[in-house]
T-cell receptor, first 112, second 115 residues
Framework: QKEVEQNSGPLSVPEGAIASLNCTYSDRGSQSFFWYRQYSGKSPELIMFIYSNGDKEDGRFTAQLNKASQYVSLLIRDSQPSDSATYLCAVNGDGNNRKLIWGLGTSLAVNP | DAGVIQSPRHEVTEMGQEVTLRCKPISGHNSLFWYRQTMMRGLELLIY????????DSGMPEDRFSAKMPNASFSTLKIQPSEPRDSAVYFC?????????????FGQGTRLTVV
């Protein structure tokens, strides 16, 4: 059973701080990794994706991938109250598998 | 592009009734996914289609659930008969052709309540 695990939270950080969200996965063949943000009552939307080991930065967001340890993380710098949402980690299998495996999400609260 | 369009946005029905959820994927996307989301189980993949063909329906909970994709621009998810435990938000998502390493775009979801 391929699994993706996230700490459900809630993770609470003060405005301006760095929020760190973590995700581990069980399938060593996984090749692509996605972070989605979901506001309450809304649909998930893509924040970042990463394929290669190391860091990928996009504005205030940095995704970090470590395939050897089978984890992927998302760092949010200068957290804003508008970042308060649930963050979902999704992992794609190898080959041409279009089936994403999803974590249950981490709830983030950024306090003004 | 209008994005993935789902209808209805909300559905309240009585136990035992048939429910049909509809989805129009983004034009040109050849993969379509139906998900169910609950607080307890998170986002669960029910079924996905590639080029209108069902590829993996292992997530369909039981025979009461069925899904069709008669053409590239339309898909339905049917529950018959519906039960209270089917209450959830149902999302449709589509993904562009080409590499598998591409994001899925979600519709706004259908919130289903079975009473």
């Amino acid at each position: 059973q391929k699994e993706v695990e996230q700490n459900s939270g809630p993770l609470s950080v003060p405005e301006g701080a760095i929020a760190s969200l973590n995700c581990t996965y069980s399938d060593r063949g996984s090749q692509s990794f996605f972070w989605y943000r979901q506001y309450s009552g809304k649909s998930p939307e893509l924040i970042m994706f990463i394929y290669s080991n190391g860091d990928k930065e996009d504005g205030r967001f940095t995704a970090q991938l470590n395939k050897a340890s089978q984890y992927v993380s998302l760092l949010i710098r200068d957290s804003q109250p508008s970042d308060s949402a649930t963050y979902l980690c999704a992992v794609n299998g190898d080959g041409n598998n279009r089936k994403l495996i999803w974590g249950l999400g981490t709830s983030l609260a950024v306090n003004p | 592009d209008a994005g993935v369009i789902q209808s209805p946005r909300h559905e309240v029905t009585e136990m035992g009734q048939e429910v049909t959820l509809r989805c129009k994927p983004i034009s040109g996307h050849n993969s379509l996914f139906w998900y169910r989301q609950t607080m307890m189980r998170g986002l669960e993949l029910l079924i996905y289609f590639n080029n209108n063909v069902p590829i993996d329906d292992s997530g369909m909970p039981e025979d009461r659930f069925s899904a069709k994709m008669p053409n590239a621009s339309f898909s339905t998810l049917k529950i018959q008969p519906s039960e209270p435990r089917d209450s959830a938000v149902y999302f449709c998502a589509s993904r562009p052709s080409g590499q598998a390493n591409t994001e899925a775009f979600f519709g706004q979801g259908t919130r289903l309540t079975v009473v």
